[in-house]
């Protein structure tokens, strides 16, 4: 009592913590409004009852304990026996294997007013708890409480790009949430309520340092700080992996080399994993950046990434620890085309890696690009298993001041037609393992979490980490029914604002592609600040890190040519998958300019010259995010006033930012097409110059 | 009160919140637990009562209602009108200046059960408003209400070293809290806490952005997100600066150069202190680190330190505003001595500056050591207004995983006496202005708070903040006192936990420069690493910033002889200062390898030989810890658990620390003693290859 008589004037008696700051993502677990809804769920509240005493399944029981607390305002018994009395909730091991269960899947069955939850492990138990939980907290009505769901990817894995010094590459939500220099002494709380928002949306695998990786991780003194770390996601059924620095031998092994066929160096590798596991036997794995943009690799020595891949795979193997290699290379060449590099340099090693080997390829060819074709790789690596890596945090997508629901991206790729084996060998079944039957299926998601009190920086963004987490347990759900699930349990149930947030959701991201690279641009972004626009630039270190090197506009017109007659990148895929592609006029337009250079005046199929129609994207996209504004705005009392006020507050940014991406883009490329913008709109009142300075600006140190 | 019941579900019906996480810093307004102390406040309760209707005297008003709200538990009227009803407190702007009170002083009078508060500006009002909270949050007798208090510095400013990115230079609390990606559209509710927070303490002005200063600052982009953020900041009395690229003419407006005497360049200056007033009427004026580290500056052009001020100083002049220019300069000359850099540059302008200038010069004539004899600048500008700078980050005091109360490091140096006006001239007496009658008087710490939840990543360092804030305000405050409050503020009233947690405080800075560098020993860290020790450090980018070139240990002794046969640093002090220093057997001990190369077998006044001395303080500085270990521990069930346990585990990650500083430095040294660890020590158990790799392990990227 007197713990919340303090509680309580805690709230009142300062100007703190009265609104919501979004700490506690969607598990809110505020109590139900309607008491209708809330009865309904009543007749199982008299117990939460578990006979098995791993620590995962007691998470389960307290989640369970702790979420229907909330939800239903009533304290529930935990009862750490079986129960099967009638009135309660009973989470169930099989006693012998279920098959339609696998491995970490659940059933949710009520008979006679209990509610069962079965499943073969500990963490299938979890996964249930999480999903009754969620179910109730939509205010599903009790009919609709079975459901036996099974993930369909094994690992659904966060790759974190954290640096040692608590910097995040691509980060735009504060600092890192891994404090290495308290470890292992000091663990922070807010580790545990990491491990439990993952934990509610299936994701069990966790790589918690960048893949630019520095040699520390494979100290002594490092592996001890994971180790605090691992041991706080433990009960919550989560695996810790780590990016190893390729030349950590020589580095910190202080070989000569870190020559993968070099025994000493073999056995360095060896030594390390058996240490790491002495230390963690829980651990996951490796994940590996190898030469790749100036990282050292196995190429280093005249050695392929297979040697480099299955040296790291067979030290791992006596642990069962796994070897996720990135297919993310690329050779700085002018003439080339950067679209062929990965195929080119994987695709003749299919076959030769060993069985806990993963190639894990980023969704498209290029990098991470508002809109990309997926990469041909998914098409051509039977032998080998195949992991997705998608980019949750938005480096390309406008960082943390833009509203961009990320689903209908990834569903996008997932949904992709590889052919590999005829019609419906889609991007999902390839990396789920289904179509060649991997031994290990990974989806992995560079993360955008941070040390921002939300998490995420944009409140809407939790969205995306939320996605993909339900994606990677069942790729088979639709954007708008994940996104319907998120807005009710983070935002609000009211019916008309979920329509309206749902809506705009749905279409930010098309919204997003509108206003900075329509109709198959890519990669015309600034040098540094990938969140504004650099169409015009020119030179960098390396010829593929410009603009002009992917838009290709001239006199005559706008886009890479990656036919016959260009680069051929298109040959890359199956000829069912180039068909849709290759010929300009029937070619989809949002890939238009992935693969044709197409000239100002060609008509499209929307009646418009191709100049006529570039602007009116960026026109209509940059007048949508206003429209989002408006709406938005109007939500005001629906919804925690902090949590609108914020997110009305970026929306006038990412207004801001449409507006600049507009104007620098139909201004520059006026300069090649010598054409008028297009009634109705109005020409930028800003000249490219100043747009340009403007730039500039952000690009100071 | 539905409002009050869903916080009352959020509260009981989430893992969160349900323990301090520190966001509130000192400003807790729990309520008083003793009833009879509250009832003693009850006779003033009845009213909050203001005539004034500006900003500031209305903050004031709300401040007091909500901490009042908090501690007494009572919900008191606000009232905008005067009132000299009994039963209140009444804020009272004087009618006539009364120059008892200067500008921002105020006083507390209690008179027939009304308090008033009276002040000759708004921001006295506010100071005294948070006086008084003080007071009743200590508890503080109410014969003990009145007082009278006025500022001794004009400026109390906080230096924020941060970056656009929003990383920090030397932060170690997560990122920067300025958003400037979001701003000016979204405003952080944490920017207005962080106001707050500083006008508790007196703090008026703030330096938003490193000193390593981006040119965007000048932009009107930045400069209109800096608005915003200083509107936040102006009902809390606190004005804004930036510091300055002083190459912004020739980044920012494209002139050919920036040298202060070109007509162009003066000229941009003058238009755009033009624009920065335009936008920002309060606009306090610019920080300079003007060649320094790389940075430009005037003598890129042959110009001396005061033609860039003077340039600046003009610019800003019609509006009021004044550049503060950095004295924290030294050339790489492997046979000069860092020691005299600044002195050399500076002590020739004195007298050349405009009236708006201001030099601020570190603490010690290197930088931010654990311990520095004053720099001897403080003697030598009696007509050019000096502002002191300290360093509040623990740059070299451990980062945030050592406990280190720097308020005694802060006094010892106000303390020190410059002699430049005879016995008693005080360092503190030159920055507050009262010695010469400078114009302005400044103190400035680098600020250690970040995006944090705890603000400082170590929970007692929000006592470093809250101690310089106290000092600024008046510097004859002793360490103790100001401890005394913090710790009851922040932690506990618990008469002896406080007890504890104040000698453990107040002995935590020797503890550390005893584990660290004792006897006067400095800038033996790890480079990149300034929380570990490197004393073998031998090359660098520059030889100043090796440890060889600082500790000078051979086989004859150690240390640097800065007297009159070695660098002659000590020639820069007043006669008296140097007499206390320059006898190698009368210089006191913590000065004494600041001064002196002293032979290993040396006899101290301890009774011990020179190396036996260094082996005793590294020890037993380390076993200091331990002790601190076990006190805090005994503190548990004292305050809040989830402080408690994170202090703890910092104080496990000092001891590892203290320990690899003790085997580094005892087992580098003693290569060059040849002497033997002394009885009753233990000799390391590690060897120096050992900790040299440990070392070696955190320098990787």
């Not at 020589?250 to 000569?256: A, E, F, N, T």
Request: hydrophobic share 40%.
């Amino acid at each position: 009592m007197t713990r919340l008589f303090f509680l309580f004037t805690f709230l009142i008696g300062s100007f703190y913590a009265s609104a919501d700051d979004g700490y506690r993502l969607w598990l809110k677990y505020d109590l139900l409004k309607n008491a209708n809804v809330r009865a309904q769920y009543q007749p199982f509240t008299l117990y939460i009852a578990h006979a098995a005493t791993d620590p995962v399944t007691s998470t389960a029981a307290k989640e369970l304990q702790t979420g229907l607390q909330g939800l239903l305002g009533k304290s529930i018994r935990l009862q750490s026996t079986a129960s099967t009395a009638p009135g309660g909730i009973s989470l169930e091991l099989t006693t012998t294997p279920q098959p339609n269960l696998g491995t970490e899947g659940y059933s949710i069955t009520t008979q006679n007013t209990r509610v069962k939850i079965s499943a073969n492990t500990p963490s299938g138990l979890l996964y249930g708890a999480f999903a009754l939980l969620r179910k109730i907290q939509t205010a599903t009505p009790l009919s609709k409480i079975p459901e036996t769901s099974v993930p369909r990817v094994q690992l659904r894995m966060l790759n974190h790009w954290d640096n040692t010094n608590g910097s995040i590459e691509r980060g735009y939500a504060g600092a890192s949430l891994w404090k290495w220099y308290e470890l292992p002494e000091t663990v922070d709380p807010r580790y545990r309520d990491y491990a439990r928002a993952n934990a509610s949306i299936g994701i069990n695998a966790v790589v918690l340092n960048n893949v630019n990786a520095s040699a520390r991780f494979m100290s002594r003194e490092y592996l001890l700080k994971v180790k605090a770390i691992a041991d706080v996601f433990k009960p919550y059924g989560i695996k810790v992996y780590l990016s190893v620095n390729f030349a950590a031998p020589r580095i910190l092994g202080k070989l000569k080399n870190s020559d993968p066929l070099e025994p000493a160096v073999r056995q360095w590798w060896v030594d390390k994993a058996s240490e790491i596991y002495g230390i963690m036997p829980d651990f996951g794995g490796f994940l590996v950046k190898a030469n790749s943009e100036g990282e050292p690799g196995p190429q280093d020595f005249g050695r392929t990434h297979a040697d480099g891949a299955n040296m790291l795979a067979e030290a791992l193997a006596p642990f069962k620890g796994i070897v996720i290699w990135r297919a993310f290379v690329y050779k700085a060449d002018p003439k080339g085309d950067r679209f062929k590099a990965a195929y080119e340099e994987f695709k003749s090693l299919d076959g030769t890696f060993l069985p806990n080997v993963v190639v894990q390829v980023k969704n498209g060819p290029i990098d991470f690009q508002p809109r990309e074709p997926f990469s041909p790789l998914f098409g051509a690596m039977p032998k080998t298993p195949l992991a997705m890596e998608f980019q949750i945090t938005q480096e390309y997508l406008g960082f943390s001041t833009n509203l961009v629901y990320l689903a209908p991206l990834f569903k996008e790729c997932l949904d992709s037609d590889t052919y590999v084996k005829g019609a419906g060998s889609t991007v999902a079944k390839v990396i789920d393992g289904s179509l060649h039957q991997y031994p290990i299926s990974v989806m992995a998601g560079v993360a955008n979490t941070g040390s921002d009190r939300n998490w995420c920086g944009h409140l809407m963004s939790q969205s995306n980490w939320y996605a993909f987490g339900r994606l990677a347990w069942d790729h088979q759900l639709s954007s708008s029914a994940i996104a319907d699930e998120w807005i009710k349990m983070t935002l609000t149930q009211d019916a008309g604002a979920v329509k309206t947030i749902l809506a705009m959701m749905e279409r930010s991201r098309e919204v997003y592609v509108d206003f900075t690279t329509p109709l198959g641009l890519h990669h015309i972004m600034g040098q540094g600040i990938h969140f504004g626009p650099e169409p015009w630039l020119e030179r960098s270190a390396r010829p593929d890190w410009t603009s002009i090197y992917y838009h290709r506009a001239d006199s005559i017109g706008l886009g890479f040519d990656r036919g016959i007659n260009g680069s051929n990148a298109l040959g890359l895929y199956h000829p069912e998958a180039i068909k849709q592609w290759s010929q300009v006029d029937a070619c989809p337009l949002p890939y238009l300019l992935w693969f044709h250079h197409v000239p100002w005046g060609k008509k499209l199929n929307t009646g418009r010259s191709l100049w006529d129609e570039l602007c009116t994207r960026y026109y209509t996209g940059s007048t949508a995010v206003g429209t989002m504004q408006r709406e938005w705005a109007g939500l005001k009392g629906k919804m925690d006033a902090e949590i609108h006020a914020d997110v009305l507050g970026r929306l006038g940014a990412q207004q801001r930012e449409a507006l600049w991406w507009r104007d620098a883009c139909v201004l520059y490329f006026q300069q090649y097409s010598k054409m008028p913008i297009p009634a109705p709109f109005t020409p930028p009142s800003r000249t490219l110059e100043e747009i340009k300075e403007l730039v500039r600006i952000y690009q100071f140190r």
